[in-house]
């Protein structure tokens, strides 16, 4: 008899959540020894409170073990509900548990109010509190316009790292839950006597996008939410009797000017270690009247508070230079192995008689020709200086990193003429702490070291939603994110980010025409309509997420925004043709400083348009809505129709070609210059032509490729697409060719021009040299090599991969986590992969 294992109990795709402020879904994996999905025959859920069972499923007969929403009555606020499932699985009975913690459902703060500072300093505020017993339970509950970092007794409490998360404050506002039991426990314990109930709690406010105060080209200083930073804080505590005690902010806090002097997302931050408040939030702390001044009560947001779903930011790894360069004196250059997305720590030890002396440290992620960091705005998007911090330390030792800000760097250069001599400095890598669930290797080093380069792109541009450059832009284009989805769901456990930044992107249209280009949004006044190709991501990413996790929720809940804003689009698209702003972006032949393509935007558009009628006709059928999958199906033949009649050419009657000697286009515009690529892989990626014109277009495609001397001329939207339609169409060596190249444009340029991760441009002159839209070749890695695709929504339980190895490639291994278990796949020529190790 084969042995069954469940396990992997999650609720809301997490494990052991706090602070689940929603109708929880639970989910579970019943497997065999080799972690192979096992098909069970039934289930049954009990979720207690303490000793009460509040819901009791009763046995559920069928094969379900993901998606279960509780059934149950309401949850009662901040508690740790206790559930488990009984699984009925090959003639025997299997049992499970797990936690969670519910967040605060019931809208109560118990009537905490939300606080600020006085000046333009990052704001400290603090109150002791006593407890009246042991407590049981006890949950820190924090709200912020802006940052918070939140100290309890003297010690930081995690995650507070950039945190809460960044949102449309006019429609949600996110609060972080953190189980704080032992830690009151322990202090009591520590302290003992008759004060053994003395406890402080601190915050420093930070900035963050709330309270920008310079100018930038995004309009975050003017957003309509804009305002100082503030913050709403409740600590809840629970005896074993059921009493409850709270703490909440108020005016009786009291607040001053904390040693961070400033703080900007891009500009830096300025730090006096003179204004240092050392055990501000330790209970006994002697505050000096004159600094010390009740806390400002302030309005809070306007937007409805929300728990924050998406995993916490956190640090994973640090760097030692591996060179520091004097240009000067009091200048050092400092070289770190690799481009990261986190800050430098600061090390200073104590020298007698120092005067205060100010350290500017300056990042960069290349060098100027002089040696030191491009650390500068070159395109006017920012007020001010760029990606600079200004620490001004005294005699004392001083270890400094940031407070309210993070870089995208490999070099730093240190200016510092009250120093003789450099100071140590360590790199700090930090980004949401997604895990990964996804492996590829395969017989080939240059795929090897893409996919990890692609892998450590990814994880810098996680910083609580899907970046573009942590250095230049952190914001949250919508077509970036949506190219990106798929590799963040084949290589991370990115649900919960992803759901939360889809909603983001929902809350830009404010219930009204497109979203918005980036996701949160804050009224940037620059107009970039109509461009269907990054609004797709309001379409696209959800569909994806269904796709990959089984997740119906996020459809059921964004099927009104979707359907409304592709009505819109199509209200605006004469005869089924839509227009964009955005074209393929960043193709070869663009100017890195604008990214247009030369060629006919409305290919990609009308495209891009198709595909999210596609996506809401399946979407549709998920929801069990026949009608609206018959009506999506139409208007998605309607735009086929009118695309083939614009820019489909006939076999006889080519389209004219402006390259010399150059095979025909099937699919072209106004405007092309020579054969579009980007045209082709569209128009075949997302089922816009009949069988026989596919055959055509492919065909001609791979001829072009082959007449570059294997070479792709595609930019952000189609190289997604162009190596996976090569393969499909019965093109797999040129779809290899083109991933192996090492001459310009190609990935492996990159990695011979000693790319570190991957880059914004195929050209030399990129911009940012650690963004992730173009790597979509991992997508191929993955579907294609590793034949590891969904075919249903969740992958499916008897999901099977197929691999396909071009000639040239041994081996190759690889698995993803899918909601039912691990999927490997292996396939090799000869004999089993070299490295046993391998994926």
Same mark, same amino acid.
């Given at each position: 008899?084969?042995?069954?294992?469940?396990?992997?109990?999650?609720?809301?795709?997490?494990?052991?959540?706090?602070?689940?402020?929603?109708?929880?879904?639970?989910?579970?994996?019943?497997?065999?020894?080799?972690?192979?999905?096992?098909?069970?025959?039934?289930?049954?859920?009990?979720?207690?409170?303490?000793?009460?069972?509040?819901?009791?499923?009763?046995?559920?007969?069928?094969?379900?073990?993901?998606?279960?929403?509780?059934?149950?009555?309401?949850?009662?606020?901040?508690?740790?509900?206790?559930?488990?499932?009984?699984?009925?699985?090959?003639?025997?009975?299997?049992?499970?548990?797990?936690?969670?913690?519910?967040?605060?459902?019931?809208?109560?703060?118990?009537?905490?109010?939300?606080?600020?500072?006085?000046?333009?300093?990052?704001?400290?505020?603090?109150?002791?509190?006593?407890?009246?017993?042991?407590?049981?339970?006890?949950?820190?509950?924090?709200?912020?316009?802006?940052?918070?970092?939140?100290?309890?007794?003297?010690?930081?409490?995690?995650?507070?790292?950039?945190?809460?998360?960044?949102?449309?404050?006019?429609?949600?506002?996110?609060?972080?839950?953190?189980?704080?039991?032992?830690?009151?426990?322990?202090?009591?314990?520590?302290?003992?006597?008759?004060?053994?109930?003395?406890?402080?709690?601190?915050?420093?406010?930070?900035?963050?996008?709330?309270?920008?105060?310079?100018?930038?080209?995004?309009?975050?200083?003017?957003?309509?939410?804009?305002?100082?930073?503030?913050?709403?804080?409740?600590?809840?505590?629970?005896?074993?009797?059921?009493?409850?005690?709270?703490?909440?902010?108020?005016?009786?806090?009291?607040?001053?000017?904390?040693?961070?002097?400033?703080?900007?997302?891009?500009?830096?931050?300025?730090?006096?270690?003179?204004?240092?408040?050392?055990?501000?939030?330790?209970?006994?702390?002697?505050?000096?009247?004159?600094?010390?001044?009740?806390?400002?009560?302030?309005?809070?947001?306007?937007?409805?508070?929300?728990?924050?779903?998406?995993?916490?930011?956190?640090?994973?790894?640090?760097?030692?230079?591996?060179?520091?360069?004097?240009?000067?004196?009091?200048?050092?250059?400092?070289?770190?192995?690799?481009?990261?997305?986190?800050?430098?720590?600061?090390?200073?030890?104590?020298?007698?008689?120092?005067?205060?002396?100010?350290?500017?440290?300056?990042?960069?992620?290349?060098?100027?020709?002089?040696?030191?960091?491009?650390?500068?705005?070159?395109?006017?998007?920012?007020?001010?200086?760029?990606?600079?911090?200004?620490?001004?330390?005294?005699?004392?030792?001083?270890?400094?990193?940031?407070?309210?800000?993070?870089?995208?760097?490999?070099?730093?250069?240190?200016?510092?003429?009250?120093?003789?001599?450099?100071?140590?400095?360590?790199?700090?890598?930090?980004?949401?702490?997604?895990?990964?669930?996804?492996?590829?290797?395969?017989?080939?080093?240059?795929?090897?070291?893409?996919?990890?380069?692609?892998?450590?792109?990814?994880?810098?541009?996680?910083?609580?939603?899907?970046?573009?450059?942590?250095?230049?832009?952190?914001?949250?284009?919508?077509?970036?994110?949506?190219?990106?989805?798929?590799?963040?769901?084949?290589?991370?456990?990115?649900?919960?980010?992803?759901?939360?930044?889809?909603?983001?992107?929902?809350?830009?249209?404010?219930?009204?025409?497109?979203?918005?280009?980036?996701?949160?949004?804050?009224?940037?006044?620059?107009?970039?309509?109509?461009?269907?190709?990054?609004?797709?991501?309001?379409?696209?990413?959800?569909?994806?997420?269904?796709?990959?996790?089984?997740?119906?929720?996020?459809?059921?809940?964004?099927?009104?925004?979707?359907?409304?804003?592709?009505?819109?689009?199509?209200?605006?698209?004469?005869?089924?043709?839509?227009?964009?702003?955005?074209?393929?972006?960043?193709?070869?032949?663009?100017?890195?400083?604008?990214?247009?393509?030369?060629?006919?935007?409305?290919?990609?558009?009308?495209?891009?348009?198709?595909?999210?009628?596609?996506?809401?006709?399946?979407? %549709?059928?998920? &929801?069990?809505? !026949? $009608?609206? +999958?018959? /009506?999506?199906?139409?208007?998605? =033949?309607?735009?086929? @129709? *009118?695309?083939?009649?614009?820019?489909?050419?006939?076999?006889?009657?080519?389209?004219?070609?402006?390259?010399?000697?150059?095979?025909?286009?099937?699919?072209?515009?106004?405007?092309?210059?020579?054969?579009?690529?980007?045209?082709?892989?569209?128009?075949? %990626?997302?089922? &816009?032509?009949? !069988? $026989?014109? +596919?055959? /055509?277009?492919?065909?001609?495609? =791979?001829?072009?490729? @082959? *007449?570059?001397?294997?070479?792709?001329?595609?930019?952000?939207?189609?190289?997604?697409?162009?190596?996976?339609?090569?393969?499909?169409?019965?093109?797999?060596?040129?779809?290899?060719?083109?991933?192996?190249?090492?001459?310009?444009?190609?990935?492996?340029?990159?990695?011979?021009?000693?790319?570190? $991760?991957?880059?914004?441009?195929?050209?030399?002159?990129?911009?940012?040299?650690?963004?992730?839209?173009?790597?979509?070749?991992?997508?191929?890695?993955?579907?294609?090599?590793?034949?590891?695709?969904?075919?249903?929504?969740?992958?499916?339980?008897?999901?099977?991969?197929?691999?396909?190895?071009?000639?040239?490639?041994?081996?190759?291994?690889?698995?993803?986590?899918?909601?039912?278990?691990?999927?490997?796949?292996?396939?090799?020529?000869?004999?089993?992969?070299?490295?046993?190790?391998?994926?």
């Amino acid at each position: 008899m084969v042995t069954t294992t469940v396990g992997g109990l999650t609720v809301e795709h997490t494990a052991e959540p706090v602070g689940v402020d929603v109708v929880p879904r639970f989910a579970w994996l019943v497997t065999d020894p080799e972690g192979r999905p096992v098909t069970p025959d039934a289930y049954r859920l009990l979720v207690r409170d303490g000793d009460t069972t509040v819901w009791d499923s009763g046995r559920v007969d069928g094969a379900d073990t993901i998606e279960v929403e509780y059934a149950g009555p309401p949850l009662a606020p901040l508690r740790r509900h206790h559930w488990s499932v009984r699984v009925w699985a090959g003639g025997r009975e299997h049992t499970a548990a797990s936690t969670f913690v519910t967040g605060v459902v019931d809208g109560n703060w118990h009537g905490a109010r939300w606080v600020a500072g006085h000046d333009d300093a990052a704001p400290l505020l603090r109150q002791e509190f006593e407890l009246p017993f042991d407590p049981v339970e006890a949950y820190l509950v924090v709200a912020a316009g802006g940052y918070a970092r939140v100290r309890l007794d003297g010690e930081p409490v995690e995650p507070f790292t950039l945190s809460p998360g960044f949102t449309d404050y006019d429609v949600r506002v996110q609060y972080v839950v953190t189980d704080v039991t032992e830690r009151l426990r322990a202090t009591r314990l520590r302290a003992g006597g008759p004060r053994a109930g003395r406890h402080a709690v601190g915050m420093e406010l930070g900035r963050g996008f709330y309270g920008m105060a310079r100018r930038t080209t995004w309009d975050w200083h003017t957003a309509p939410w804009h305002g100082t930073p503030r913050a709403r804080l409740l600590l809840l505590a629970r005896d074993a009797a059921g009493r409850e005690h709270a703490v909440v902010s108020s005016g009786a806090w009291r607040a001053t000017g904390g040693p961070t002097r400033a703080d900007d997302l891009y500009a830096g931050e300025d730090f006096d270690v003179r204004f240092e408040q050392e055990g501000f939030a330790a209970a006994g702390f002697a505050e000096d009247g004159e600094r010390w001044r009740p806390a400002r009560e302030v309005p809070g947001p306007r937007g409805r508070l929300v728990n924050q779903r998406q995993p916490p930011i956190g640090v994973t790894a640090t760097f030692a230079p591996e060179s520091v360069t004097e240009l000067a004196p009091g200048r050092w250059v400092y070289a770190f192995p690799r481009v990261v997305a986190g800050w430098v720590r600061l090390e200073l030890p104590a020298a007698d008689g120092r005067g205060p002396t100010t350290v500017e440290l300056r990042h960069g992620e290349v060098l100027h020709p002089d040696g030191t960091p491009r650390a500068e705005d070159d395109r006017g998007y920012y007020d001010g200086r760029f990606q600079t911090h200004r620490v001004t330390a005294d005699e004392r030792a001083l270890s400094w990193q940031p407070s309210f800000s993070y870089q995208g760097f490999q070099y730093v250069e240190v200016r510092a003429p009250g120093l003789a001599a450099p100071p140590a400095l360590t790199a700090v890598l930090a980004h949401t702490l997604v895990r990964r669930t996804g492996a590829f290797a395969c017989s080939d080093p240059l795929l090897n070291r893409l996919h990890e380069l692609t892998v450590r792109t990814l994880l810098n541009n996680l910083h609580g939603l899907p970046t573009d450059t942590p250095a230049y832009e952190k914001n949250g284009w919508t077509g970036d994110g949506m190219l990106g989805t798929e590799m963040f769901l084949l290589n991370f456990d990115a649900h919960e980010l992803l759901a939360k930044w889809s909603q983001d992107i929902a809350d830009s249209r404010h219930g009204a025409g497109a979203p918005a280009v980036i996701a949160p949004f804050g009224g940037w006044r620059l107009d970039w309509s109509p461009a269907p190709t990054w609004h797709a991501a309001l379409v696209l990413g959800p569909w994806w997420l269904h796709r990959y996790t089984g997740d119906r929720r996020i459809v059921r809940e964004l099927w009104p925004d979707m359907t409304s804003y592709v009505e819109f689009e199509l209200a605006r698209s004469p005869g089924g043709i839509a227009d964009t702003t955005l074209g393929d972006w960043v193709s070869p032949d663009s100017d890195p400083a604008v990214g247009v393509p030369p060629e006919d935007h409305r290919i990609a558009a009308t495209a891009f348009l198709h595909a999210m009628t596609l996506a809401l006709a399946s979407m %549709a059928d998920t &929801l069990d809505e !026949p $009608a609206e +999958a018959s /009506r999506w199906r139409r208007e998605a =033949a309607r735009v086929r @129709r *009118a695309f083939r009649r614009e820019f489909v050419t006939d076999a006889a009657h080519p389209a004219p070609c402006a390259a010399p000697d150059a095979h025909a286009p099937v699919v072209a515009g106004r405007g092309d210059d020579g054969f579009r690529q980007s045209h082709h892989v569209l128009a075949l %990626a997302l089922r &816009l032509l009949p !069988p $026989a014109t +596919a055959r /055509r277009a492919a065909d001609a495609l =791979a001829a072009d490729v @082959r *007449a570059r001397g294997g070479h792709l001329a595609t930019g952000a939207l189609a190289t997604k697409f162009l190596l996976p339609v090569l393969s499909e169409h019965g093109h797999l060596q040129t779809a290899h060719a083109v991933a192996t190249r090492t001459a310009f444009p190609s990935w492996g340029y990159w990695v011979e021009q000693g790319a570190t $991760a991957l880059w914004e441009h195929w050209r030399l002159d990129s911009r940012s040299r650690d963004h992730y839209f173009l790597g979509t070749l991992d997508d191929w890695l993955f579907h294609t090599l590793a034949g590891l695709r969904p075919t249903e929504p969740g992958w499916g339980r008897h999901a099977r991969p197929a691999p396909a190895l071009p000639d040239g490639l041994d081996w190759v291994r690889a698995s993803v986590r899918t909601p039912y278990g691990v999927l490997r796949a292996e396939a090799h020529r000869s004999g089993p992969p070299a490295d046993p190790d391998a994926g």
